[in-house]
C-alpha cells in the first residue's frame, strides 16, 4: 500500500488550505483514514481521523476550523483546512490502517509528507 499526498503550501494566517491523499496498491480494505503533523522540534499529532463508517475526531486544537473526509470509491482522503494560524505550520502526513490484498493482518501505512506553511 503507497499513500501520496499533496496540496501543501504557503499560506496567510486566516487562509485555507486543502490537503489530498491517496492511497494505491493492492489494497482489501481500509478502516480508518488519518492525518497527522509534526512541527520542528515537537512530537507527531494527531490533526483528524475518520473510520470507514464516517465517524471523526479532532483534537481541540483544530476542531472547528479542520474538516477530514474520504472517498472511498477512490481511497482517498482529504483535509479541509480553513482560519489557519501560525501554528499550524508543520509537515502534515496522511495515514491509514489497512489490510493489503492476501494479508491477513490490519496494518498502518504513512505518507511522505507535505509541508504546510502558515505566515503571520
Known amino acids: 500500500v503507497q499513500l501520496q499526498a499533496s496540496g501543501g503550501g504557503l499560506v496567510q494566517a486566516g487562509g485555507s488550505l486543502r490537503l489530498s491523499c491517496t492511497a494505491s496498491?493492492?489494497?482489501?480494505?481500509?478502516?480508518?483514514m488519518a492525518w497527522y503533523r509534526q512541527a520542528p522540534g515537537k512530537q507527531r499529532e494527531l490533526v483528524a481521523e475518520?473510520?470507514?463508517?464516517?465517524?471523526?475526531n479532532y483534537p481541540d486544537s483544530v476542531k472547528g476550523r479542520f474538516t477530514i473526509s474520504r472517498d472511498n470509491a477512490k481511497n482517498t482522503v482529504y483535509l479541509q483546512m480553513n482560519s489557519l494560524k501560525a501554528e499550524d505550520t508543520a509537515v502534515y502526513y496522511c495515514?491509514?490502517?489497512?489490510?493489503?490484498?492476501?494479508?491477513?493482518?490490519?496494518?498502518?501505512?504513512w505518507g511522505q509528507g507535505t509541508q504546510v506553511t502558515v505566515s503571520s
Open positions: 496498491g493492492t489494497i482489501f480494505s481500509i478502516a480508518v
Open positions: 475518520i473510520t470507514s463508517g464516517g465517524f471523526t
Open positions: 495515514s491509514v490502517q489497512a489490510r493489503a490484498t492476501f494479508a491477513t493482518v490490519t496494518r498502518t501505512y
